[in-house]
């Protein structure tokens, strides 16, 4: 076998189902498979998992050599895939259990289970189900600079903002205030706060709601409550 799986045998010996290497392949081909060697408890507790699996109505194909890339996995091992519309990269996500991985690191003496998603697969089999997706969840404020030198005054505002649990954004990219108009309705901001030099020198910002245009004044100290009226 390939120097990995070689290594690898002493540590995880299943991770060798998982080899590219043809000639390890092939000699996992004939290799025993976990699911006849299981001792009494993990017996058990397999025909347990799977019972709980068709009670819930969740269909399922046993993989002898389904293996994860991580170590510590215990007993199960699971992946997830979606039947229709991803054709062959139709896994979303995988995990398993790991009884031994909190005591291992130092912890208390806790089983454990985890699985991570694949965030763009996911995406893509709920399309495929014809799911639509809600609106991203809109802006409540964009920053809008009228020049360079007020930069640095609107990022501590966006930070106060966001403090107070106002969703705030503004631009980072030097663009012209016609563009960051742009940006803030492509983000759908609620409302804009202009700051320019003169707003800057008065301690306020030109408040504009973008649905209504309305515009207002108000003191950097005002902003937040008027924001959350
Ligand atoms: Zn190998
Ligand atoms: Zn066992």
């Known amino acids: 076998m390939c120097d990995e799986c070689n290594h690898r045998a002493e540590i995880n010996p299943l991770r060798a189902f998982?080899?590219?290497?043809?000639?390890?392949?092939?000699?996992?081909?004939?290799?025993?498979?976990?699911?006849?060697?299981?001792?009494?408890?993990?017996?058990?507790?397999?025909?347990?998992?799977?019972?709980?699996?068709?009670?819930?109505?969740?269909?399922?194909?046993?993989d002898t050599r389904l293996v994860r890339g991580l170590d510590y996995y215990t007993r199960t091992v699971f992946e997830v895939q979606v039947d229709n519309g991803m054709g062959s990269q139709n896994a979303i996500g995988g995990g398993g259990r790991y009884d031994k991985l909190a005591k291992e690191v130092g912890g208390r003496?806790?089983?454990?289970?985890?699985?991570?998603?694949?965030?763009?697969?996911?995406?893509?089999?709920?399309?495929?189900?014809?799911?639509?997706?809600?609106?991203?969840?809109?802006?409540?404020?964009?920053?809008?600079?009228?020049?360079d030198s007020v930069r640095e005054r609107a990022f501590s505002l966006v930070q106060e903002c966001r403090d107070a649990g106002i969703a705030t954004e503004m631009d980072h990219q030097q663009r012209s205030l016609k563009s960051q108009f742009k940006l803030a309705d492509k983000l759908h901001a609620a409302q804009v706060a202009i700051l320019g030099p003169d707003e800057v020198a008065q301690g306020c910002v030109k408040l504009r709601n973008m649905e209504t245009h309305e515009e207002q004044m108000v003191a950097f100290d005002e902003l937040i409550k008027v924001l959350c009226q």
Do not use: W
Request: hydrophobic share 40%.
């Open 109 to 147: 003496d806790v089983p454990g289970l985890g699985f991570a998603l694949g965030y763009e697969r996911c995406v893509l089999a709920l399309e495929a189900a014809g799911v639509e997706f809600p609106n991203a969840s809109t802006l409540d404020l964009f920053v809008a600079c009228v020049d």
């Open 18 to 62: 998982d080899c590219k290497n043809p000639q390890c392949a092939e000699i996992m081909e004939g290799a025993p498979r976990i699911t006849d060697h299981l001792c009494d408890d993990c017996r058990e507790h397999y025909e347990t998992v799977k019972r709980y699996l068709t009670a819930s109505g969740l269909s399922f194909v046993e």
